[in-house]
C-alpha cells in the first residue's frame, strides 16, 4: 500500500490539519515544508502529487505513536526503519492507538474482513520468525477503514459529552 495513502488515513482518522502533521513529524526533530506534506497527502492523479518516502513514512510512525501516548525518556531513540512494510505500519498503528492484537482481529471484523487470531499474531511477528505472514495491502485497507470508522465514532462521542 502506497504511503500516501496512509498518510491521509490517518490524517482523516484523526482529523488532521497538513501543520499537524507536520508538527508529528517534528516530535521526530523531522522537518518538511509545508508544500512537501501538502504533496504527500494529495491524491496520484492531482496536480502536485508526490510520493511519500519510506523515510517520511518511518518518522511520522514514530511520530504517531509519541502524539498519542507520549514520549518515554526512558527508552532509547527508536532506530527508523529505511523500507517500510504494510507488517510494520500494522505495527506502529497497533502501538499508537494501543491496540492488542484481538482488537485488530475486531477492526478487521468489523469491516466484513475475516481474518483469525493466529493470522493477526503472524502478521505481528518478525520477518524471520517461522510464522512470519506479510500484511497484504487489502489486510492494511480494512484495517485503516475500520480504524478510522472507530477513532471517528469514539471522536464523536466524547465531543458529545
Same mark, same amino acid.
Given at each position: 500500500? %502506497? *504511503?500516501? =495513502? +496512509?498518510?491521509?488515513? +490517518?490524517?482523516?482518522?484523526? *482529523?488532521?490539519? *497538513?501543520?499537524?502533521?507536520?508538527?508529528?513529524?517534528?516530535? %521526530? =526533530?523531522?522537518?518538511?515544508?509545508?508544500?512537501?506534506?501538502?504533496? &504527500?497527502?494529495?491524491?496520484?492523479?492531482?496536480?502536485? &502529487?508526490?510520493?511519500?518516502? =519510506?523515510?517520511?513514512?518511518?518518522?511520522?510512525?514514530?511520530? $504517531?505513536?509519541? &502524539?498519542?501516548?507520549?514520549?518515554?525518556?526512558?527508552?532509547?531513540?527508536?532506530?527508523?526503519?529505511?523500507?517500510?512494510?504494510?507488517?510494520?505500519? @500494522?505495527?506502529?498503528?497497533?502501538?499508537?492507538?494501543? $491496540?492488542?492484537?484481538?482488537?485488530?482481529?475486531?477492526? @478487521?471484523?468489523?469491516?466484513? &474482513?475475516?481474518?483469525?487470531?493466529?493470522?493477526?499474531?503472524?502478521?505481528?511477528?518478525?520477518?524471520?520468525?517461522?510464522?512470519?505472514?506479510?500484511?497484504?495491502?487489502?489486510? @492494511?485497507?480494512?484495517?485503516?477503514?475500520?480504524?478510522?470508522?472507530?477513532?471517528?465514532?469514539?471522536?464523536?462521542?466524547?465531543?458529545?459529552?
Amino acid at each position: 500500500m %502506497m *504511503n500516501n =495513502d +496512509v498518510l491521509r488515513s +490517518v490524517r482523516y482518522m484523526l *482529523n488532521l490539519h *497538513n501543520d499537524q502533521l507536520l508538527a508529528i513529524l517534528a516530535l %521526530m =526533530d523531522t522537518t518538511l515544508s509545508a508544500q512537501e506534506i501538502a504533496s &504527500f497527502v494529495k491524491k496520484e492523479d492531482e496536480a502536485g &502529487f508526490a510520493p511519500c518516502p =519510506d523515510v517520511v513514512m518511518g518518522y511520522f510512525l514514530h511520530g $504517531l505513536i509519541v &502524539f498519542k501516548r507520549g514520549r518515554d525518556d526512558s527508552q532509547p531513540v527508536p532506530k527508523i526503519e529505511r523500507k517500510i512494510t504494510n507488517n510494520i505500519i @500494522l505495527k506502529k498503528l497497533r502501538i499508537a492507538f494501543s $491496540l492488542k492484537s484481538t482488537d485488530i482481529q475486531e477492526i @478487521l471484523q468489523s469491516q466484513d &474482513f475475516r481474518v483469525s487470531q493466529p493470522e493477526v499474531t503472524a502478521m505481528l511477528r518478525a520477518p524471520g520468525h517461522k510464522n512470519y505472514r506479510p500484511c497484504g495491502d487489502q489486510v @492494511l485497507r480494512y484495517f485503516l477503514k475500520g480504524l478510522a470508522a472507530l477513532q471517528r465514532k469514539s471522536g464523536a462521542s466524547a465531543d458529545k459529552q
